[in-house]
């Protein structure tokens, strides 16, 4: 297939010339810079008549399907409205509406919610409502998890490539193992964390799913040394996983969780922070302190709107049980036709936030060109199995952030038993040629050497 190229230089230079010409770059090394002209669902169509099955959703925004004709039919609706988008001087009528949706389909004892405009912002939130409680500093954090890279949120991230070259971060953020309680009990009992936060499963750290009780036993040694139990759901919110949350999967209840991402249909930017009525009121806890933490466009009527109309289609599209059965479908597609490759090491997921690892391959004149890569740099191999599927297959994936022998697979709720196929069929077509073929090996070769030249 011939490689689909952008067709508006002009937009491209100005883009290199006053805002990342590294990600032009990138985007060029690993031929994925395309122009993308309508999305709609799961497909992404190219200037140059290419048809794209989105299988990233944005690191998991469009739950709801790319430009749902609902969400932009209520945010046109809004706009003829002429309202009072982002006045802050009144009460936000729709973000009453929309925080009581969310805690309802929460549950447990989340009662409030704070509205940002990005994940990273309802992190920063959540750690001063956190500090605020508890009248304590410290956070404590799971390690290989992905929270944003604000300065709180990166904190709060142990990857150090993330954090390289920009100076001190949050004081007294410690780490512990994902999975482990004895660790985590040891730093709770040293009662210095205000909360300790990860998400459920770590969505960039190789999409891990926790060991069955682990969830349950972090949130009650979190009660017995009384430190917020927090629960990043960025993105495996809003029935990413199945369930509206993924703690709902594990039956535990949050002291709070942090919203984003698929919150608001794709098409305005919005997060939520929500939390028990009592970490509400230590951070509002008089008339003097109505405003101490805000943010400007944290209400704004486009994106409460943008949120009410994507729990609708949620709800009415019946997007829980599309998860979870489609998710069922694809393991099951993807175990049968690939356990049979030496480099498949699982597939795993919940829902539709899945992955296939790969590992190194045991037999000799693979593993030689695998760890020629690999020292050259540790993210060439998955990449070239993301361009490979991109630009012979035409289908849009990526590998986890912090693990890069993990591909990540997340398409839009939406996706059809069709897409699916053609996702299965095209993966198992790479992860042949990487076994069979020279070729996948040769053109890793010279990708490796455009990368060192690029570096
Ligand atoms: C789990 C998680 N938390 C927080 C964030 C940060 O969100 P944002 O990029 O909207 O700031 C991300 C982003 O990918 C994420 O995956």
Request: glycine share 8%; hydrophobic share 45%.
């Amino acid at each position: 297939m011939i490689p689909a190229t952008r067709n508006n230089e002009n937009a491209e230079n100005l883009y290199v010339r006053y805002v990342n010409p590294q990600w032009v770059r990138l985007l060029d090394v690993l031929q994925m810079n395309v122009s993308y002209v309508r999305c709609s669902g799961a497909e992404l169509h190219t200037a140059d008549g290419r048809l794209i099955l989105d299988f990233n959703s944005g690191y998991c925004v469009h739950n709801v399907g790319h430009n749902h004709p609902r969400v932009v039919a209520a945010l046109k609706d809004e706009l003829d409205k002429n309202g009072p988008a982002m006045l802050q001087s009144h009460v936000a009528d729709l973000a009453g509406e929309l925080a009581g949706r969310l805690c309802r389909l929460s549950g447990g004892r989340l009662s409030k919610v704070f509205f940002g405009s990005s994940g990273s912002e309802g992190v920063e939130a959540a750690i001063k409502f956190a500090r605020a409680h508890t009248g304590r500093s410290g956070i404590l954090c799971a390690s290989g998890g992905f929270h944003g890279l604000t300065c709180g949120a990166l904190s709060l991230m142990s990857n150090a490539f993330w954090k390289e070259g920009f100076g001190s971060l949050l004081p007294n953020t410690e780490f512990v193992p994902y999975g482990d309680t004895e660790e985590l009990e040891l730093k709770l009992a040293t009662k210095a964390f205000a909360a300790f936060v990860l998400e459920p499963i770590q969505g960039e750290g190789g999409v891990l799913l926790p060991p069955q009780e682990y969830l349950s036993s972090a949130q009650a040694l979190c009660r017995r040394y009384h430190t917020l139990f927090v629960l990043d759901e960025v993105q495996t919110g809003l029935y990413r996983t199945g369930p509206f949350l993924a703690a709902h999967h594990f039956a535990v209840e949050p002291d709070m969780v942090i919203l984003a991402k698929a919150l608001s249909g794709g098409l305005v930017p919005c997060s939520a922070v929500l939390m028990s009525d009592a970490v509400c009121d230590s951070v509002y806890s008089s008339l003097k302190r109505a405003l101490i933490h805000t943010s400007t466009f944290g209400e704004n009527s486009l994106a409460m709107r943008a949120g009410l109309a994507s729990l609708d289609i949620l709800e009415d599209e019946r997007l829980e049980q599309r998860a979870t059965t489609a998710g069922e479908t694809l393991r099951s597609a993807l175990t049968e036709r690939l356990a049979k490759y030496e480099m498949i090491s699982e597939i795993r997921g919940l829902g539709l936030l899945n992955a296939i690892e790969f590992k190194a391959p045991r037999s000799f004149k693979r593993r030689l060109a695998f760890e020629t890569f690999a020292k050259i740099h540790p993210a060439i191999f998955g990449q070239l199995v993301v361009m490979r599927l991109f630009r012979d297959h035409g289908i849009l994936c990526q590998v986890c952030g912090n693990d890069f022998m993990v591909l990540k697979i997340s398409p839009p709720l939406v996706v059809n038993d069709v897409q699916l196929d053609r996702f299965v069929s095209a993966v198992e077509q790479v992860v042949q040629l990487m076994h069979d073929s020279g070729s996948f090996w040769s053109e890793a070769l010279g990708i490796a050497q455009r990368v060192v030249r690029s570096i």
